[in-house]
Nanobody, 116 residues
Framework: QVQLVESGGGLVQPGGSLRLSCTTS????????MGWYRQAPWKQRELVAS???????TYADSVKGRFTISRDNNKNTVYLQMNSLKAEDTGVYYC??????????WGQGTLVTVSS
C-alpha cells in the first residue's frame, strides 16, 4: 500500500513560517511531478504547488513568492517551505502526485493554523 505521510504543521502567527515534509513509500524520482494540496475549512482541496522530476515548479497565485516546494529524491521526501503566512493559508495540507496524474490514496495530511 502506497503511503504518503505529511508532517510539520502547527499553529503559527500571521507572518510566521513553517516547513512541511511529505515522506512517501513511492520512488519519487520515477514520478513526473509531486504536489502539495490544501483543503481549507468549507472549501474543496486545491493545488498549492507542484514540482517535476527535473525541478520545475508551479505555484498557486495566492502563494507565489511566499511558498517554496522542493524534493529530495534520495529520501523520497517532498518539502513545502511556507513564509509570510496568512490566515487564509489555514487548512489541512496534503501531498500527492502532481496535477493531471492519478492520485494515490490520500494521507492524513498536516494541519496548518495561522492565527494570532
Amino acid at each position: 500500500q502506497v503511503q504518503l505521510v505529511e508532517s510539520g504543521g502547527g499553529l503559527v502567527q500571521p507572518g510566521g513560517s513553517l516547513r512541511l515534509s511529505c515522506t512517501t513509500s513511492l520512488t519519487i524520482d520515477s514520478i513526473y511531478a509531486m504536489g502539495w494540496y490544501r483543503q481549507a475549512p468549507w472549501k474543496q482541496r486545491e493545488l498549492v504547488a507542484s514540482i517535476t522530476n527535473t525541478g520545475s515548479t508551479t505555484y498557486a497565485d495566492s502563494v507565489k513568492g511566499r511558498f517554496t516546494i522542493s524534493r529530495d529524491n534520495n529520501k523520497n521526501t517532498v518539502y513545502l517551505q511556507m513564509n509570510s503566512l496568512k490566515a487564509e493559508d489555514t487548512g489541512v495540507y496534503y501531498c500527492n502526485l502532481g496535477p493531471g496524474l492519478q492520485p494515490r490514496p490520500w494521507g492524513q495530511g498536516t494541519l496548518v493554523t495561522v492565527s494570532s
